[in-house]
């Protein structure tokens, strides 16, 4: 089963700053990489896929890269809607997800 | 408009039975494989179960493996996960989600005596 590794667990930030998250797989995916932000008692909501594409909606703020084991999801200038937990998830093989980055307010 | 409507979540004692569903509209269901993934309270993310476009091929994560039971209606458009023998660490809320990486709302599962 592939491992993904995402990085940090949380992290502390202000409006305006730019965030990256990290996420690692136990071996090549390609780029069959997502990125999801979720809200508390909302279900996840798809922000990049294919490691790079931006979901049609999702502000252009966000901005997800790499491909085979090493992937980032950035998020330029943080606005208080931002704040949220973020999962990377692999759909190379079945699905597994990152254990999560709570961004939360420094 | 794709979406993907869960029900079927409900409170039930260790060993029950319960049985979600997921009615999907706006896209050629037959076309798409589809997966169960769970959530429980205040934790991560957890693929549960997968079943591909044709519904040949089912897999399951090693935890609910010969307990959960993956199944599909086409004419419905309506994806379903039978669970059997409940324990108090399936509790979760459950999605739906397509392989497009449409997402469903989620229901909740209780399972407690």
């Known amino acids: 089963d592939i491992q993904m590794t995402q990085s940090p667990s949380t992290l502390s930030a202000s409006v305006g700053d730019r965030v990256t998250i990290t996420c690692r797989a136990s071996?090549?995916?390609?780029?069959?990489l997502a990125w999801y932000q979720q809200k508390p008692g909302k279900a996840p909501n798809l922000l990049i896929y294919?490691?790079?594409r931006l979901e049609s909606g999702v502000p252009s703020r966000f901005s997800g890269s790499g491909s085979g084991t090493e992937f980032t999801l950035t998020i330029s200038s943080l606005l208080p809607e931002d704040f949220a937990t973020y999962y990377c998830?692999?759909?190379?093989?079945?699905?597994?997800f990152g254990q999560g980055t709570k961004v939360e307010i420094k | 408009e794709v979406q993907l409507v869960e029900s079927g979540g409900g409170l039930v004692q260790p060993g029950g039975s319960l049985r979600l569903s997921c009615v999907a509209s706006?896209?050629?269901?037959?076309?798409?494989?589809m997966n169960w993934v769970r959530q429980a309270p205040g934790k991560g993310l957890e693929w549960v179960a997968y079943?591909?476009?044709?519904?040949?091929?089912?897999y399951y994560r090693d935890s609910v493996k010969g307990r959960f039971s993956i199944s599909t209606d086409n004419a419905k458009t309506s994806v379903f996960l039978q669970m059997n023998s409940l324990r108090v660490e399936d509790t979760a809320v459950y999605y739906c989600?397509?392989?497009?990486?449409?997402w469903g709302q989620g229901t909740l599962v209780t399972v407690s005596s």
């Open positions: 989600a397509s392989s497009e990486l449409h």
């Open positions: 706006g896209f050629t269901f037959n076309d798409y494989e």
């Open positions: 079943r591909s476009s044709t519904g040949n091929t089912k």
């Open positions: 071996q090549s995916i390609s780029t069959w």
């Open positions: 294919r490691a790079s």
């Open positions: 998830q692999q759909y190379y093989s079945y699905w597994t």
